[in-house]
């Protein structure tokens, strides 16, 4: 089994920065593909950001240029760095690793997210 602890997460203003922490223990690789996804109000968890086994990220379009997402292999810690927050950034944001290599569906029981609430 693997656990996720999300961290990070906060209430600040539009523009403002934030950076968020995903820390993973049990059986996970330290290379392992990770991604960052989020749940809005009202709306489905959705695929926020990602890095693969080889080491290619991918965002969102909405996330391109606000976000970075970046580990640290060591410590088997995943980090989202966001930027430039804006309203619709809103939701609790969680870490997993994708299944059949896609970030459509994921492997493990989500951990608790960490809320990211941004004001206008």
């Known amino acids: 089994q693997v656990q996720f602890v999300e961290s990070g997460g906060g209430l600040v203003q539009a523009g403002e920065s934030l950076k968020l922490s995903c820390s993973a223990s049990?059986?996970?690789?330290?290379?392992?593909?990770m991604g960052w996804f989020r749940q809005a109000p009202g709306q489905t968890r959705a695929f926020v950001a990602g890095i693969n086994d080889s080491g290619n990220i991918d965002y969102i379009d909405s996330a391109k240029g606000r976000f970075t997402i970046s580990r640290d292999i060591a410590k088997n810690t995943l980090y989202l760095q966001m930027n430039d927050l804006k309203p619709e950034d809103t939701a609790v944001y969680y870490c997993?690793?994708?299944?059949?290599?896609?970030?459509?569906?994921?492997?493990?029981?989500w951990g608790q997210g960490t809320q990211v609430t941004v004001s206008s």
């Open positions: 049990g059986k996970i690789s330290s290379n392992s593909a």
């Open positions: 997993n690793v994708p299944q059949y290599g896609s970030w459509s569906w994921v492997r493990h029981v």
